[in-house]
């Protein structure tokens, strides 16, 4: 964390498929363009092992970028079923709906580790 900054972090509620999912926004700095959201790629909350994305979301936001962390469906505060990482396709695109509603500057980025795992997923099919 950058000494001085604290990131401002408010609750979120949001749909997917019919159930309330909770997140976590931790605001960069006004007006920017920039937002993350934060997959948690196995059976784990929002928090993460050791509070590491907590941690992370805080690091990004003191350097201005708008996190997104939230519990799937079945996981943590969020209602509904749970689902393996590969079924997370309507959770995943509700978080990025409700932060670019929540910060209507911010695009989306995927990271790595969904972008692998979509474009793994996009070559199976192509090669099916």
């Known amino acids: ?25 931790h605001d960069g700095a ?13 059976p784990q909350v929002r928090t993460g092992s050791h509070r590491q994305f907590v941690h992370t979301a805080r690091h990004l936001a003191a350097l201005g970028v708008t996190t997104l962390r939230f519990d799937v469906r079945g996981m943590g505060d969020s209602t509904g079923d749970l689902r393996s990482f590969e079924a997370l396709g309507d959770d995943i695109g509700a978080a990025i709906d409700a932060l670019l509603r929540a910060r209507p500057a911010c695009g989306a980025s995927w990271g790595p580790v969904a972008t692998a795992r979509v474009g793994r997923t996009a070559l199976s099919a192509r090669s099916a």
């Open 1 to 25: 964390m950058i000494a001085g900054a604290f990131p401002s972090e408010r609750p979120l509620t949001f749909e997917a498929a019919g159930d309330t999912l909770l997140g976590v926004v």
């Open 30 to 42: 006004a007006g920017t363009d920039v937002g993350v959201v934060i997959v948690v790629g196995g």
